[in-house]
C-alpha cells in the first residue's frame, strides 16, 4: 500500500543513494518533459533539499521549467532487492555559475565546474512511495561514459560555455 508524506525519512534517503537511475519529469504548462538520469548527479542536503548536478546535452527543458515554476517529480524504482518506488514532488531553483551558492553546491560533486550547465535546487513539498511490485529485475552494467566525455572535450576545446549559451532555453520552447 502506497503512503505519501511531507519529507524524506532515513529509509527514503539511503534508497535513494542506492540506485544508478532515476527519472526526472517536469511541467510548465506545455507538454511534459521526462528524462532517464543517471550519474552520480543527485545528493541529498536535507530531508526536504535534493540537489541535481545537470550536465549539457541535449535540450534543457527541466531549466524551463523550473523558470516558470513548474512542478517536478523525481522517481526511484528498485531493480535489485525488495520492490519499492519513491516520487518527490517538487518545486525547483536553478543555480547558475554566477549564483553565490553554486561553488558551495558543487563541492558536494565531484565534478569540475567547466563541465556543468547549472544545478537544481529541489524543495521536497510531497514523497509518495508505492510497491513497485510490478518493475522488473534488472542488474547494471556500468554508466555510459560519452556525455562527460563530449562535456570534457568541448570545455577543453573552449566552447562549451558558448553551447550552454546557446541552449539555455531551447528556441521552440521559449514561448511558455
Not at 520492490?83 to 549564483?99: P, V
Not at 542488474?139 to 576545446?157: H, I, P, T, V, Y
Request: glycine share 8%.
Amino acid at each position: 500500500m502506497g503512503k505519501q508524506y511531507k519529507t524524506l525519512k532515513a529509509k527514503d534517503i539511503a534508497f535513494i543513494k542506492q540506485q544508478k537511475v532515476f527519472f526526472l519529469a517536469s511541467c510548465s504548462g506545455k507538454e511534459v518533459n521526462l528524462s532517464p538520469k543517471g550519474y552520480d548527479t543527485l545528493y541529498v542536503l536535507d530531508e526536504e533539499t535534493i540537489l541535481y548536478l545537470d550536465f549539457p546535452g541535449s535540450g534543457n527543458r527541466t531549466y524551463r521549467d523550473a523558470v516558470a515554476g513548474g512542478e517536478f517529480t523525481l522517481m526511484f524504482n528498485a531493480y535489485e532487492g525488495k520492490a519499492n518506488i519513491t516520487k518527490l514532488f517538487c518545486k525547483a531553483e536553478i543555480s547558475g555559475k554566477d549564483d553565490v551558492d553554486f561553488k558551495r553546491y558543487l563541492e558536494y560533486f565531484n565534478v569540475e565546474a567547466s563541465y556543468v550547465r547549472q544545478i537544481f535546487v529541489f524543495k521536497i513539498y510531497a514523497v509518495e512511495t508505492s510497491c513497485g511490485d510490478g518493475v522488473p529485475y534488472m542488474s547494471f552494467e556500468g554508466e555510459r561514459e560519452s556525455l562527460r566525455e563530449w562535456s570534457m572535450k568541448m570545455a577543453k576545446n573552449g566552447k562549451l560555455e558558448q553551447y550552454m549559451k546557446d541552449h539555455e532555453v531551447p528556441p521552440e520552447l521559449d514561448n511558455i
